[in-house]
Nanobody
């Protein structure tokens, strides 16, 4: 079992930045590909980004490419999502996820509770 706890969400003005963190516990963190999903009110859950076990490869949704950066620190059992140039469409609950697969496609076996990101225009 892997437990995932997100932090770093909040209210930010359009054009601003936030960095989300996800602390993992329970199993060997470096054995898991990690990712972020988001869900806005009334919308489907949306893939945001994924990073392989070693951090050597990253993948992004087109909607965030060039603005968001996913990274990980295996020594700290933590994955990050740096979000820049935020706009109202980025408002959502952001969930950290873990997969036994390193790359994509991935089946995400573990999900965090989520952290709210609200972008005011």
């Amino acid at each position: 079992q892997v437990q995932l706890v997100e932090s770093g969400g909040g209210l930010v003005q359009a054009g601003g930045s936030l960095r989300l963190s996800c602390a993992a516990s329970g199993r060997t963190f470096s054995n898991y590909g990690m990712g972020w999903f988001r869900q806005a009110p009334g919308k489907e859950r949306e893939f945001v980004a994924h990073i392989t076990r070693s951090g050597s490869s990253t993948y992004y949704a087109d909607s965030v490419k060039g603005r968001f950066t996913i990274s990980r620190d295996n020594a700290r059992n933590t994955v990050y999502l740096q979000m820049n140039s935020l706009n109202a469409d980025d408002t959502a609950v952001y969930h950290c996820v873990a997969s036994r697969n390193s790359g994509l496609p991935a089946q995400y076996d573990y999900w965090g509770q989520g952290t709210q990101v609200t972008v005011s225009s």
